[in-house]
């Protein structure tokens, strides 16, 4: 687990998320668990590869969430890809609700962590990216280094 700033202890990240969406605004949520899932997220045992969000009936449900089973646990370890319950306010999940029914538009988890010993999840309202978008992200980053690398090169000569 990386710590993050304030005092919070991510447990993972979705790392292909920012690559294929254009991420737009985020929202904090709770999530409801059961307790072997809370000592494996300790143990950092989570992936949010291929992961959603859904609103369905006023309420947010975590798809396709693999928290693997806690290593010292008994037969009452949890199903580790059962869906999950988020914690948010009324009108944070109508906002979401009305966002993913526009079209092109998913929620999308970027990270689970750990603030003040409660597992928060940071959801995205996201849009996917064009094939043609990903090469103009690639572009405009290896461009970044190219300039960071000759302002260096410059500095020490």
Not at 102 to 122: D, S
């Amino acid at each position: 687990m990386a710590k993050s700033e304030g005092g919070e202890k991510v447990v993972c990240t979705n790392k292909t998320a920012r690559r294929d969406y254009a991420i737009g605004e985020t929202f904090e949520a709770g999530i409801a668990l059961v307790g072997t899932e809370v000592k494996a997220l300790r143990e950092g045992k989570a992936d949010l590869k291929d992961s959603f969000a859904r609103v369905q009936d006023d309420e947010v449900f975590l798809h396709d969430v693999n928290i693997s089973p806690y290593t010292f646990g008994n037969r009452a370890n949890h199903n580790p890809m059962r869906v999950r319950k988020l914690l948010l306010h009324k009108r944070e999940i109508r906002k979401l609700y009305g966002k993913s029914r526009e079209k092109g538009f998913t929620l999308i988890p970027l990270r689970m962590y750990f603030k003040r010993g409660k597992i928060k999840v940071e959801l995205g309202i996201a849009r996917g990216k064009k094939y043609v978008d990903r090469r103009e992200d690639i572009k405009r980053r290896e461009d970044e280094r190219d300039m960071e690398r000759a302002l260096r090169k410059r500095n020490r000569g």
